[in-house]
């Protein structure tokens, strides 16, 4: 029986390297990355609508701007408080049991699922499972500086 060559062996290791990269994200290190404040935004160059807080319990709370309609037909823009669940398994963010103080202008949720697409110190891109609509957040501030 031969032995194989370095180079080979260098080959088969490369390899294994490259499959190991390209395998499932790291779920732990996700999640340490996703806990704190962020800004909800439609894009990088979009202004804030909203604020999440992903505590390290899996708990979130914050708010998003929803557009209250008046009875003389005018509207005006509101803070709505929302709050809920979250993990994260396989590299998707679940959200669960997300509810709102105004469930007529953001229904309760009983499950949300974003694949991250990427996630650094400063930002976070997503894709929504359920209708493939590319979600932007930017860092606010880190847990450390978040009262709960």
């Given at each position: 029986?031969?032995?194989?060559?370095?180079?080979?062996l260098?080959?088969?290791?490369?390899t294994?390297g490259?499959?190991?990269?390209?395998?499932?994200p790291?779920?732990?290190?996700?999640?340490?990355?996703?806990?704190?404040?962020?800004?909800?935004?439609?894009?990088?160059?979009?202004?804030?609508?909203g604020?999440?807080?992903?505590?390290?319990?899996?708990?979130l709370?914050?708010?998003?701007?929803g557009?209250?309609?008046?009875p003389d037909?005018?509207?005006r823009?509101?803070k709505?408080?929302?709050?809920?669940?979250w993990a994260?398994?396989?590299?998707?963010?679940?959200?669960?049991?997300?509810?709102?103080?105004?469930v007529d202008?953001?229904p309760r949720?009983?499950?949300?699922?974003?694949?991250i697409?990427?996630?650094?110190?400063?930002?976070?891109?997503?894709?929504?499972?359920?209708d493939?609509?590319?979600?932007?957040r930017?860092r606010?501030?880190?847990i450390?500086?978040?009262?709960?």
């Amino acid at each position: 029986m031969k032995h194989p060559s370095l180079f080979t062996l260098l080959l088969i290791t490369a390899t294994i390297g490259i499959a190991n990269a390209a395998g499932p994200p790291d779920d732990a290190a996700l999640t340490a990355a996703l806990i704190g404040a962020w800004e909800v935004m439609e894009s990088p160059s979009a202004v804030p609508y909203g604020e999440v807080i992903y505590t390290a319990d899996g708990h979130l709370h914050g708010f998003n701007t929803g557009v209250d309609w008046l009875p003389d037909g005018s509207t005006r823009k509101v803070k709505v408080k929302m709050r809920g669940d979250w993990a994260i398994k396989r590299g998707v963010l679940v959200i669960t049991n997300l509810e709102s103080d105004r469930v007529d202008l953001i229904p309760r949720v009983a499950l949300k699922r974003y694949l991250i697409k990427s996630i650094s110190t400063s930002e976070a891109h997503f894709k929504d499972l359920s209708d493939g609509a590319s979600l932007y957040r930017r860092r606010k501030r880190s847990i450390r500086d978040v009262k709960v």
